[in-house]
């Protein structure tokens, strides 16, 4: 059964720091790209960062310089580091991995209180 299972969303305070972590199945992991969008209300799902299999990175602009996408292969996992987090970061997250067709996780809440 093919499936991603985001955790480490919650609440914090501007300025703080968070961990999101994406357990993925290694069928759909080895190999693959995988990444990281959000979601906030209103608004349209958007790229946060995303990461080849061989570690090659990708950022929208408006996270660079603050979050940190690794991935640790041996434990088909992808991290998301967050720090310096603003209000404007609340949103739902969620995982992907590429697949050929993209795979979705459920989603973990993040919300940054100011």
């Known amino acids: 059964q093919v499936q991603l299972v985001e955790s480490g969303g919650g609440l914090v305070q501007a300025g703080g720091s968070k961990r999101l972590s994406c357990a993925a199945s290694r069928s759909i992991f080895a190999g693959n790209a995988m990444g990281w969008y959000r979601q906030a209300p209103g608004k349209q799902r958007e790229l946060v960062a995303d990461?080849?299999?061989?570690?090659?990175?990708n950022y929208a602009d408006s996270v660079k310089g603050r979050f940190t996408i690794s991935r640790d292969n041996g434990k088909a996992t992808v991290y998301l580091q967050m720090t310096s987090l603003k209000p404007e970061d609340t949103a739902v997250y969620y995982c992907?991995?590429?697949?050929?067709?993209?795979?979705w996780g459920q989603g973990t809440q993040v919300t940054v209180s100011s």
């Open positions: 992907v991995a590429r697949a050929g067709n993209d795979y």
């Open positions: 990461i080849t299999w061989g570690g090659r990175t």
